[in-house]
């Protein structure tokens, strides 16, 4: 039986030096009762000779049991393929898709956010799609949730799974559309879909829409859906902060470290902090969007203190469509961030006539320094930024004025705020 045993030996050991050029991992062991003689084993080991034979039985142990490492180096031909077939294990990058999928057409939607009852507001609502992958990022007012954006997607998201519904802060024109009107379906009760997994600041300042929100939210969840506070998603080894929508597609959370002040307070703590509406907009959560050459940045309402530590902590690359931070407001859009990110577009949501007199004519002469390309939906409506992952293409819908009830004549074609009498008459 050992003379066996060498016989497999060496034959292996033949089969490995010819694979002098390519690495193999092999693992085997094998044990004495699992041979059985027969002519054929016979007349090999005939020719072999004892040298050989008492070379290779020299690796058995004392218990007949051999095993088997070796290490070459294999190169695929095909990258892609190669990719795909790898199980990814690292808890920071959610896979959304196959590791070396390509999803090569990307296309945002920022929504028209004024109607007939909302125009006091300003808002966010952004729709993401890439291949079958569906994005949502705030959701503007209730009225906005229910009669803009859930339509929208039910419409657009074709297999009824929203993949990611980010919910970036807790003012009521971002989180209010979440939740809807009564009795009205909103983008997280949409009915027959699914979500897989819900982000959101983790800050709680005891407002009714809030509590609402997170009731819907812990409904998801017994659904299956996953459910991140952008604190856990940053400091928690075993939570995704990234998410990989792609070859070279991917949407990562960056780091402001705000959250060091409310994570740990309790709720009555967070109800007074609450009050002051800087702190609540710099709990914002802010992401970078890449697809191939082309980013996008979104940092909801980020004010002064956060947008520094956009800066401060993380390796931000130029933008090539910047979503305004706070509506344009004046007490965000630092010259501190610009002068880091250079973005090539601006886009900016809020409405054209609200109480916070936001975009200001401030901010709007900043952005004019580094871009003159500076769009916005409640001038052309919900405009579409396309990314074949190299080149962008801008359109828009046309403004919808719901006082007439139709698209206002000229605002089909997406035009530079600094081309429009918006501009023009800010003083």
Same mark, same amino acid.
């Given at each position: ?80 393929? &190669? ?11 959610? &896979?959304? $898709? ?33 291949? !079958?992958?569906?994005? $949502? ?18 419409? #657009? ?15 009521? !024109? #971002?989180? *209010? ?14 009915? *027959? ?27 998801? $969840?017994?659904?299956?859906? %996953?459910?991140?506070?952008? &604190? ?29 002040? &409310? ?36 940092? *909801? ?18 933008? !090539?469509? %910047? ?15 610009? !002068? ?22 401030? $901010? ?13 939906? %409640? ?49």
């Amino acid at each position: 039986m050992k003379k066996i045993q060498a016989i497999l030996l060496f034959t292996l050991s033949l089969l490995i030096s010819s694979c002098s050029n390519e690495t193999i991992e092999i693992q085997e062991s094998f044990s004495t009762s699992d041979f059985h003689s027969s002519t054929s084993i016979n007349s090999l080991f005939d020719t072999i000779s004892d040298d050989s034979l008492e070379s290779a039985s020299s690796s058995f142990d004392s218990t007949n049991e051999v095993t088997f490492e070796t290490s070459t180096s294999f190169e695929s031909s095909d990258d892609s393929s &190669y990719d795909s077939s790898i199980e990814e294990t690292d808890p920071k990058i959610r &896979y959304l $898709v196959p590791k070396g999928t390509i999803n090569d057409n990307l296309e945002i939607t920022y929504f028209q956010l004024e109607n007939s009852n909302s125009s006091i507001q300003c808002g966010d609502a952004t729709y993401i799609k890439i291949g !079958d992958i569906d994005i $949502v990022i705030d959701a503007g007012e209730k009225r906005i949730g229910s009669e803009i954006v859930a339509p929208y997607l039910k419409n #657009h998201v074709t297999d009824k799974k929203i993949e990611l519904v980010i919910t970036t802060h807790t003012d009521s !024109d #971002h989180i *209010g559309g979440m939740v809807g009107l009564s009795n009205q379906e909103s983008p997280l009760t949409l009915n *027959g879909f699914s979500y897989d997994t819900i982000i959101d600041c983790g800050f709680d300042p005891g407002t009714i829409v809030v509590s609402d929100y997170y009731n819907i939210v812990n409904e998801r $969840v017994k659904e299956g859906a %996953f459910h991140y506070t952008y &604190y856990d998603m940053i400091l928690n080894d075993e939570i995704p902060s990234s998410f990989y929508l792609g070859k070279d597609a991917s949407l990562d959370l960056l780091d402001t470290k705000f959250y060091t002040n &409310y994570m740990n307070l309790t709720k009555e703590e967070m109800k007074i902090k609450a009050s002051n509406s800087t702190y609540k907009n710099n709990c914002s959560v802010p992401f970078l969007l890449t697809h191939g050459e082309n980013t996008f940045l979104f940092a *909801g309402d980020c004010e002064t203190t956060a947008e520094k530590a956009l800066v401060d902590y993380n390796d931000l690359p130029q933008i !090539d469509v %910047f979503k305004a931070n706070h509506h344009g407001s004046d007490t965000s859009n630092t010259t501190y961030l610009l !002068d880091v990110i250079k973005p090539k577009n601006v886009i900016i949501e809020s409405t054209s006539e609200n109480r916070y007199g936001i975009p200001s004519k401030n $901010v709007l002469d900043r952005f004019k320094t580094y871009t003159l390309n500076v769009f916005a939906p %409640f001038i052309n409506g919900n405009i579409h930024v396309i990314s074949d992952m190299i080149k962008l293409d801008f359109s828009c819908d046309g403004f919808f004025d719901y006082s007439k009830m139709r698209i206002e004549p000229g605002s089909e074609t997406i035009t530079s705020i600094f081309d429009t009498e918006y501009y023009t008459s800010k003083v």
